[in-house]
């Protein structure tokens, strides 16, 4: 019997190590999973050749000459074919031996290989062959499937391989259940693969692709919709505000008033919080658009129902951030059991890896004994020191900086399932989140704090002449005005020898795994490895140097700020900056998050190109955080014109949803649901999340109504093995924290 996990070389013999050594295929499941990489067609006009390509013709033999060779011992076969609607193609062998009997002048054949050309003729070195009868027709359909190469096999030797084991195959194991194939219009999975390794047109080959893609799309909603359903089942304490407690007390001297989104989300989230089941929600918005608002007044409706509220941030900047706003903004609500505090207040921890060991002391006896109802802190929080009273909130910052292990430990420090929010300030296009985040609800905040002042950006060439000093007489103006800048550096420290834009031994950070404060989301356009070497990427250091010594910036304050920074020195230079002691500020990608300047208008990124367009968006909301217009100057030495496009389409839009299907656009999809995690098992195949968005929700719609029906799937076992083999643990977890 022949089935999925038969061995290849109970089947083809010969061609089976080749495939292995080679592919790693050695099943049956396996070979049938090598899609072809594309399609040629049958052609029998040789004019049209072109040195380089594969091709695949039919083609009558019109001379054969076997030989010696002249300079090395053994003979060689020359045969010159015609095609049938004309041109000529030379035809050699090394070693005819085999061939000269059977490529005599008169017979027809299908010829397939890589064109190469010799004394000014195309021809085929060795190709693959089948002879054709008299008369006979090209009876396979109008295309040639062409595979990846394999050493010591031709392309004609494996579509003879997956012919023979398709003939063996009476079914394959179909994830996809019979109801839904029906109702979706989809071929079966043995169907679409012949549709794909034995292509008859051009139509069946685009059938074959869509099932492929629904199929991809359908195993990864059903693993979703399964863990939503666990989530669900788990219980909890509901988290309710009381009445004149802290969150009522906090609305009331709020010296802003909310966005309809914000109070929106924020109805949402009580709603959630309410239940007693565990809330698990995606809050994704805007640069700016008021996300810790909305996190704090969650945490304070916690904190009134007598738990406890956690929040991760990723870097040590970004927490202290978190805990300086959280503080300012609740005032004497802050200081509860002090002088001075509320008699209804709290207190806010800080906990980090690099605290003093006095304060790391302090802050451990508040959150372990109750008295800080909020605890800020970065990994720092998931060490096993680390207790609490009672945690019923965790909000994770950024989740894509974290793995799910680390959420799950902080989530192992209460005594029940705690409630989680999850907040980015990436744009997610909706097919990007049904797909990475469908076990969550998912809120979106669009809109922007009234009083916002929008932000201009422009692409600033460097190698033109006169450009880079106008940049610098541009930032002296605006100190001059009476606003900030930040100038932001790639690297931290010159380093000639390297100019790939990776901050590689320059990042020290508390782990695991380490903060990557200074790392540029890197970003090189198709064919950047066949150009030269850039020059060195510029260094914090070395940029800081230079402006101290620019004559434009004379009485100008500089700071500098990036991770290898202790501690207290970083929070010192940030310190200065938002009180005005530092006009600008000369940093890595440190500031990406969290940080908040009102008085901050400008920003000049150097080496732009080599930033990922997220994360150049995720830098430029820094400024522009109060009423005045903000301004970002994304400089760049490149000439290479699909980068500029790309910077271009940054400058030309602030809208971060439209900004992120442009992301998405340009990076291999593969990348975002973890395929370099886990080798390349749980990629996508054949689905473009943007593309085929009306297939991916489909998808969705059927695998959530088959889990709701069938949540441990007994009744679709090829479903429930899909899932497993697709998803296994390391990518879930990818999913979880992408």
Not at 631 to 656: I, K
């Amino acid at each position: 019997m022949v089935d999925p996990t038969t061995s290849l070389k109970r089947l083809i013999g010969s061609a089976a190590p080749p495939l292995e050594k080679a592919r790693g295929l050695r099943t049956v499941e396996d070979l049938l999973g090598f899609w072809p990489r594309r399609y040629t067609p049958y052609d029998s006009d040789l004019s049209t050749l072109r040195e380089g390509e594969y091709a695949v013709v039919v083609a009558r033999v019109r001379t054969a000459n076997a030989r010696p060779m002249k300079y090395r011992k053994g003979r060689i076969l020359t045969v010159v074919a015609a095609g049938e609607r004309g041109g000529e193609l030379d035809i050699t062998f090394f070693k005819p031996h085999g061939h000269e009997d059977r490529l005599v002048p008169g017979v027809r054949a299908v010829f397939a290989g890589q064109v190469s050309s010799f004394n000014g003729r195309m021809q085929l070195t060795h190709p693959g062959y089948e002879l054709l009868d008299e008369g006979e027709d090209v009876d396979r359909g109008e295309l040639v499937p062409i595979y990846t190469r394999v050493p010591r096999l031709q392309n004609w030797t494996i579509m003879r391989s997956v012919e023979t084991v398709l003939d063996a195959l009476d079914e394959l194991p179909d994830p996809i259940p019979a109801p839904v194939r029906a109702a979706r219009d989809l071929p079966s999975r043995l169907v679409a693969t012949r549709m794909l390794h034995q292509p008859r047109t051009r139509g069946g080959v685009e059938a074959g692709r869509r099932r492929m893609r629904y199929e991809e799309a359908f195993v990864l909603q059903s693993a979703l919709a399964m863990r939503r359903l666990d989530g669900s089942r788990e219980a909890t304490a509901p988290r309710v505000a009381r009445p004149g407690g802290l969150l009522e007390a906090f609305d009331a001297r709020m010296p802003f008033e909310l966005t309809e989104g914000q109070r929106a989300v924020g109805e949402q989230i009580a709603a959630d919080l309410a239940r007693d089941v565990p809330m698990h929600r995606l809050l994704q918005g805007e640069v700016g658009s008021g996300k810790t608002v909305v996190a704090l007044r969650a945490m304070l409706a916690v904190v009134d129902s007598g738990a406890q509220a956690a929040i991760l941030a990723p870097t040590e900047v970004l927490a202290a951030q978190h805990h300086r706003s959280i503080t300012t903004m609740l005032g004497d609500l802050a200081e509860g059991g002090l002088l001075g505090g509320s008699d209804i207040g709290t207190r806010v921890a800080l906990l980090t890896g690099s605290q003093s060991t006095k304060a790391r002391r302090a802050a451990l006896l508040q959150a372990a004994s109750g008295e800080a109802g909020l605890v800020v802190g970065t990994h720092a929080l998931l060490e096993a020191s680390v207790q609490f009273a009672e945690l019923g909130l965790v909000v994770v910052d950024e989740q894509h900086r974290f793995g799910v292990e680390q959420r799950d430990v902080l989530r192992s420090k209460a005594q029940q399932p705690p409630h989680v929010l999850v907040m980015t300030a990436t744009p997610i296009p909706r097919t990007v989140a049904m797909t990475v985040f469908g076990d969550m609800e998912t809120s979106t905040l669009r809109e922007l704090p009234r009083g916002r002042a929008p932000i201009t950006t422009h692409v600033v060439p460097e190698h033109l002449p006169g450009w880079m000093p106008r940049t610098w007489q541009r930032v002296a103006e605006e100190v001059a005005g009476g606003g900030r800048v930040y100038v932001v550096c790639p690297r931290i420290h010159e380093d000639d020898g390297a100019a790939d834009g990776a901050d590689g031994a320059d990042l020290v950070e508390e782990g695991p795994p380490p903060d990557a404060d200074d790392e540029p989301e890197q970003w090189e356009a198709p064919g950047a490895e066949d150009r030269p070497a850039r020059p060195p990427l510029k260094s914090v250091l070395r940029v800081a140097a230079e402006l101290a010594e620019n004559p434009d910036l004379r009485g100008v304050r500089l700071g500098v700020l990036h991770g290898q920074l202790p501690p207290e020195e970083k929070e010192a230079v940030m310190g200065a900056f938002a009180r005005g002691d530092l006009d600008v500020l000369v940093s890595t990608t440190v500031i990406e998050v969290g940080v908040d300047v009102p008085e901050a208008t400008a920003m000049v990124i150097l080496d732009a190109d080599r930033f990922g367009v997220s994360q150049l968006h995720q830098l430029r909301g820094r400024v522009g955080r109060g009423g005045r217009p903000g301004l970002c100057l994304l400089v760049t030495g490149t000439d290479n014109e699909q980068t500029r496009e790309r910077l271009e389409a940054v400058a030309a839009t602030t809208d971060g949803f439209r900004l992120a299907r442009l992301d998405l656009t340009l990076r291999r999809e593969g990348d975002i649901l973890g395929a370099r995690q886990s080798g390349g098992r749980g990629s996508l195949r054949f689905l473009s999340l943007l593309r085929d968005e009306e297939l991916v929700v489909m998808a969705h719609e059927d695998a959530f109504a088959v889990v709701a029906q069938d949540p441990s799937l007994a009744a679709h076992p090829d479903l429930a093995v899909a899932v497993a083999e697709r998803l296994d643990e390391e990518q879930a977890a990818y999913l979880e924290r992408s």
